[in-house]
């Protein structure tokens, strides 16, 4: 195959300022496409974190009661119970939180008793069976028993004693025991003692502190009521989600009229509203850079199509002098893959340098090197298919157009 | 002159239609896209005191065990239910308010309406005037009704409008969770863009609907909602979490001048060093006193998301210009037979390239009616998504101002260098290649 390249370069010389435009914005959209796509693709990654639960089936509840009357105990009992009789249910708590559902218990926990010894924070999860519920899958040790569960409200009153084992995740325990085995091993959380019972494959916090820190989360035996920010979450048989939803805000209402339904959500719906940000930019981000591709698309077009039309005439002279169809489109095809990786070449030092900036301003990670082919090569098919229709007018060019004008 | 010109720059987009739509949708596009980012910026980091914000204060103190100290990290921005009664009763600043966020049911004295759950704040008297809160009927409570745990309630526009269809409600009761409140107040539309007084219950959460006196709230035991954070033998329970060692109140005052921050700053670290001398902090004696505006920057308020969109869409913009320059310069140059005609007919250099910027201009004007209408496309988009600007995004006057400005503008300046160019060829020689 044979390359004018010399000829484009000098006719290129010629247009030196048209030229650089066209260069300087193939790089501009070189460089905010390739750090656009790596943006999405890290938000995309952050909103789908696997959460180890049973999310399509999943729903929360919360109410408030007006007045305190009777025995709150027996009427979380009560409440429980019905919701466990509907048909469409498979399994009712009263939990104070849900993976990514934005309220968050915390606190830290650390390997020694001493006062101000290094802690590590974690999310806290609560409720009779929860896990369970939730069908977090346990690797290894075993659930709560059943006469290891306390009222959290008696507690809180000084009625109950502190918990004294606990579930974590496996992330966790890597963080705080290493390659050890976490069973039976120990942890202090101001004053409790809790003996490491049972390990969980994963559980994201309800707010994920940091990303490498999304699953330090750990579990721990409390009986909740449904006040104080504790809500009725509901597992759902198999594709009775909806009307599970229903059903049991129904059935709560029946059991207490007065109380007010604060929200009644489905999993689903939880986690869209904690990741509605990221999705948000995501969406600008591709809205952008499809736009950014459709301009640049278009300019193209347009430079080329004047240059066509200014250089009627010697592609008429060209053709006279044996120069076939074949020869003219690849002249221009060839112009503008020079002109595309020009830009390419200036865009990727570009692309480098937002993301250096990115990284500091937005504690981004940094750009993998695979973004940069990546957004290239985009940018060469882009080219390449915004020049054919001129090119190929270009190629229609009779020879006679050089004995005219 | 200034006619003549705008006929020919004209009769130029009607020869090359094309190439001059591309040109527009261009420079709108890059401008809809940067004016949406620009006010979403805009709205999200607003004063939430206009006026008002560089003299309202948050103090800050220590009283945290040693589990954890690190000298160098932020203090808490709440305090202990000991500190702030302290604080409240010292009554060293102008104004002082020591409030918590929480939800309640209401319900008017009109039984016909079922109770339904709104959100609420219980604070004391001074939150109306620290805060600039206009009042559309009555007025809010004094210092006596707080320390007397008067049954009063102040309610929101919005509340008014729902339980007693926008009339004066002054001297009407309110049913809160189960107590009697006699209303004192109605409150205009009003909300603090950011929720700076309260960044744990939403940092844009809207107005709370219902505003009634902090030690009534606890006398009543209303519904608490908000942060809170508890160490050593603390507890979260809502029973005694006046005697827990958890800060859960938001403490705010008012300090007109550089003499009245300066005296509160003095009283506020005496206090501090009184405590650790009791033996009440078992921290190194701390205090800060932080104004509004250093609060939301320290809290980080504005998402990192909106400021990255406003770059990304300010760097579309510079490609749609540079687009447009070279789409510009390709366009004079075509016509640059005509112009040398009219250079040769005597049109000096200087009124040729007027013309031509005129005709860049009149781009810039175009891209601006298509900026807006994608602006307020982008904005209607925005508000259909559940994030915090949805119910914020709106096009106001400086932002359409601002976007007509920058529109012309930018054209007109990527007018000037194909202008310049296309002026700068010999006439002889354009009309030579004729």
């Not at chain 1, 200014?310 to 120069?323: K, P, V």
């Not at chain 2, 020591?98 to 309406?113: F, H, P, Y």
């Not at chain 2, 007084?197 to 006398?219: I, K, M, N």
């Not at chain 2, 809290?299 to 300010?314: F, M, S």
Request: net charge positive.
């Amino acid at each position: 195959m044979r390359l004018d390249v010399l000829p484009i370069l000098s006719t290129l010389r010629r247009h030196r300022l048209t030229a650089t435009l066209l260069v300087l914005q193939i790089a501009l959209t070189c460089a905010i496409v390739s750090n656009a796509i790596f943006l999405i693709g890290d938000r995309l990654g952050w909103m789908t974190t696997p959460t180890g639960v049973a999310e399509d089936r999943l729903m929360r509840i919360v109410v408030s009661d007006i007045g305190r009357r009777g025995d709150i105990h027996a009427r979380a009992q009560a409440d429980l119970a019905e919701l466990r009789g509907l048909p469409g249910v498979e399994a009712a708590t009263i939990g104070n939180s849900l993976p990514f559902s934005g309220t968050t218990w915390n606190s830290d926990v650390s390997r020694s008793p001493v006062q101000g010894a290094p802690a590590t924070a974690v999310t806290l999860y609560y409720g009779e069976g929860l896990a369970e519920l939730l069908g977090s899958r346990l690797v290894a040790g075993r659930f709560f028993r059943s006469d290891e569960y306390a009222w959290l409200d008696d507690h809180l009153q000084g009625k109950a004693p502190g918990p004294t084992v606990t579930l974590i995740t496996r992330d966790l325990a890597t963080r705080l025991f290493g390659d050890g085995d976490p069973l039976g091993r120990t942890l202090y959380m101001h004053g409790d003692v809790l003996r490491v019972v049972g390990v969980l494959e994963r559980l994201p916090g309800a707010a994920g502190f940091t990303r490498d820190r999304a699953n330090d989360s750990i579990v721990l035996p409390w009986r909740m009521v449904p006040a104080s920010g504790g809500g009725y979450i509901v597992r759902a048989r198999e594709g009775e989600t909806q009307k599970a939803l229903v059903d049991a805000v129904k059935a709560l209402k029946r059991l207490d009229p007065r109380r007010v339904i604060v929200s009644a959500r489905t999993y689903p719906a939880i986690r869209a509203r904690f990741f509605a940000d990221d999705r948000a930019t995501a969406v600008t981000l591709a809205a952008v850079s499809i736009a950014l591709l459709v301009i640049t698309a278009l300019g193209i077009v347009g430079l080329a199509s004047f240059w066509v039309g200014q250089r009627r005439r010697q592609i008429g002279i060209r053709r006279a002098l044996g120069a076939s169809r074949k020869d003219i489109l690849r002249y221009f095809q060839t112009e503008n893959f020079l002109l595309a990786s020009m830009g390419i070449g200036l865009g990727m030092v570009l692309a480098y340098g937002i993301n250096i900036v990115l990284m500091r301003e937005y504690e981004l990670p940094g750009l993998p090197l695979v973004y940069l082919p990546v957004g290239a090569a985009i940018l060469w098919a882009l080219g390449q298919a915004a020049v054919l229709a001129p090119a190929l007018r270009a190629a229609s060019v009779p020879p006679v157009v050089a004995t005219r004008g | 002159m200034f006619g003549y010109y705008l006929e020919l720059a004209l009769h130029s987009f009607r020869r090359s239609r094309a190439l001059t739509a591309l040109m527009i949708v261009a420079v709108a596009l890059g401008i809809g896209a940067s004016m949406t980012t620009l006010t979403v910026l805009h709205v999200l980091s607003g004063d939430p005191l206009p006026g008002r914000s560089g003299s309202v204060f948050l103090p800050r103190l220590d009283p945290r065990d040693r589990d954890g100290y690190d000298p160098y990290a932020a203090l808490p921005s709440q305090v202990t239910w000991t500190d702030g009664v302290d604080l409240l009763h010292a009554r060293r600043a102008a104004r002082q308010a020591l409030m918590v966020g929480g939800a309640t049911a209401v319900q008017s004295d009109e039984r016909e309406v079922d109770p339904y759950l709104v959100t609420a704040r219980y604070t004391t008297g001074d939150f109306f005037p620290m805060f600039g809160v206009p009042f559309r009927f009555g007025a809010g409570w004094s210092a006596a009704d707080d320390d007397g745990h008067a049954r009063v309630a102040v309610i929101a526009a919005s509340l008014n409008d729902r339980l007693f269809h926008g009339r004066n409600s002054v001297g009407r009761t309110l049913h809160v969770d189960g107590a009697d409140l006699r209303i004192v107040g109605v409150l205009e539309p009003w909300r603090a863009v950011p929720h700076f007084y309260d960044l744990a219950t939403g940092e844009y959460a809207g107005a709370e609907e219902v505003f009634v006196p902090l030690f009534t709230a606890r006398e009543l035991k209303l519904k608490r909602n908000g942060g809170i954070e508890c160490w050593g033998q603390g507890r979260t329970d809502d029973d005694r979490i006046e005697s827990s060692t958890c800060v859960w109140l938001q403490f705010w005052v008012q300090l007109d001048d550089a003499a009245a921050v300066a005296s509160y700053r003095a009283f506020l670290d005496g206090y501090a060093h009184e405590q650790v001398a009791l033996g009440r902090f078992t921290r190194p004696s701390a205090s800060d006193l932080t104004n509004v505006r250093r609060y939301l920057d320290e809290r980080q308020v504005v998402p990192g998301d909106v400021r990255l969109q406003v770059w990304i869409a300010l760097g579309f913009f510079v490609v749609c210009l540079v687009n447009t320059v070279g789409l510009m310069l390709a366009k004079f140059m075509r016509g640059a037979g005509e112009l040398g005609v009219r250079r040769a007919l005597g049109a000096s250099r200087r009124s040729v390239f007027t013309q031509l910027v005129v005709e860049a201009t009149l781009i810039g004007v175009a891209g601006g009616v298509g900026g807006l209408l994608f602006a307020l496309l982008g904005l209607a988009l925005v508000r259909l998504q559940s994030t915090a600007a949805a119910q914020l995004a709106h096009l106001d006057g400086t932002m359409l101002a601002a976007t007509f400005a920058a529109s012309i503008v930018a054209t007109a300046l990527a007018g000037v260098v194909p202008a310049w160019r296309a002026c700068r060829v010999p006439a002889a020689l354009q009309l030579k290649s004729q």
